[in-house]
């Protein structure tokens, strides 16, 4: 009988030591960010909410974490309502339409949940950190919104054939969303209620962000997925050529076009790129046409864009490619 204590507590310690060593492992995004309502409440007070001629315009402020928290407070029912039929309903509707053709084994949503889990080691710890917030703020799973933030990036399969839903959506001008985070520029958005990344936007250095095309990749390549990649742009760019530098030092996961310009000086490029190479190009029409737009939402809403003359554009051969101020360009871990 003693032989069998013994056995029975030596059993029951090295299972202990097994749990307690494997402990720091467990997901960081399962962590339960305890606060008392008072805390949150004081979050929530740094941002703001308003209605503009039928636009919702939203303002936070803050830690990567407590900006998550206030959008996901503030647009919960918006957000749960775009995950809920724009992302889960289009991907069901789309797999009825196939009868599991082309995903026998498993169905369209469990293939993009497993896709965004490959692709969150390459998402900034900043913007995992906002995307915590953001659950704890609107009641999604953290898993639910990297679905939500990758979508883009695995819709682009070409084998998927899958149409531009995705971004026509993210497009919309639903919110204007205006940052002031600890690290980096001021920015504003314009986009979806639910995302904190980026395919529109202008920063307080004039510099901003128009996605005007995208194309088809044959298989899929991990990298930071596309609307973080565009985010760190406008928060980390003080002219058209950082944007350069921060694509060029970024393991990338689709094809696109974008054009990045400068509201100071109304001039800027088109950088057109995929997963291995990128191009440059001062395209003067398409530029101005983009521009036009964002001087309209200067305008629109008294944005202020710091008065600092940048670097002529057509200087940019020439010019020291280094690494912006404040940019950390994400880990590019194994595939394992």
């Known amino acids: 009988m003693e032989d069998k204590a013994v056995k029975s507590r030596m059993l029951f310690a090295v299972l202990a030591s097994i749990l307690l060593f494997n402990a720091p492992l467990c997901r960081a995004e399962t962590r339960n960010f305890a606060m008392t309502p008072a805390a949150k409440d004081a979050i929530v007070k740094k941002a703001a909410l308003e209605e503009r001629d039928g636009t919702l315009v939203l303002r936070l402020a803050g830690t990567p974490y407590e900006m998550g928290y206030q959008r996901g407070v503030l647009l919960k029912d918006s957000i749960r309502k775009f995950f809920r039929d724009d992302v889960l309903g289009y991907l069901i509707s789309e797999e009825k339409k196939r009868q599991r053709q082309a995903f026998p084994n498993s169905s369209l949503v469990q293939y993009f949940r497993s896709k965004a889990e490959s692709l969150e080691r390459y998402i900034p710890e900043d913007y995992r950190e906002e995307l915590r917030g953001l659950s704890e703020g609107c009641g999604l799973s953290y898993e639910d919104l990297l679905l939500m933030h990758t979508a883009v990036d695995t819709a682009s399969l070409s084998q998927l054939n899958l149409d531009t839903r995705f971004r026509d959506i993210l497009k ?123 001087i309209k939402l200067k305008e629109e809403f008294n944005i202020a864009v710091t008065e600092e003359t940048p670097i002529d554009p057509f200087e940019f051969y020439s010019y020291e490619k280094k690494t912006p101020e404040g940019f950390t360009p994400p880990a590019q871990p194994k595939d394992g």
């Open 172 to 294: 919309e001008r639903k919110v204007i969303i205006f940052y002031a985070p600890e690290s980096g520029n001021e920015f504003v958005t314009v986009g979806c209620p639910g995302i904190i990344g980026a395919l529109t936007g202008m920063n307080e250095k004039g510099v901003t962000l128009d996605e005007v095309g995208y194309g088809k990749t044959d298989t899929f390549t991990r990298g930071i997925p596309i609307l973080f990649l565009f985010r760190q742009w406008l928060q980390y760019s003080d002219s058209p050529y950082d944007a350069i530098r921060i694509v060029s030092s970024s393991q990338r996961t689709i094809a696109d076009s974008v054009i990045v310009a400068d509201t100071r000086v109304n001039e800027g490029c088109v950088i057109d790129f995929d997963t291995k190479i990128y191009d440059a190009t001062f395209e003067t029409d398409k530029v101005a046409g983009s521009l036009q737009y964002f």
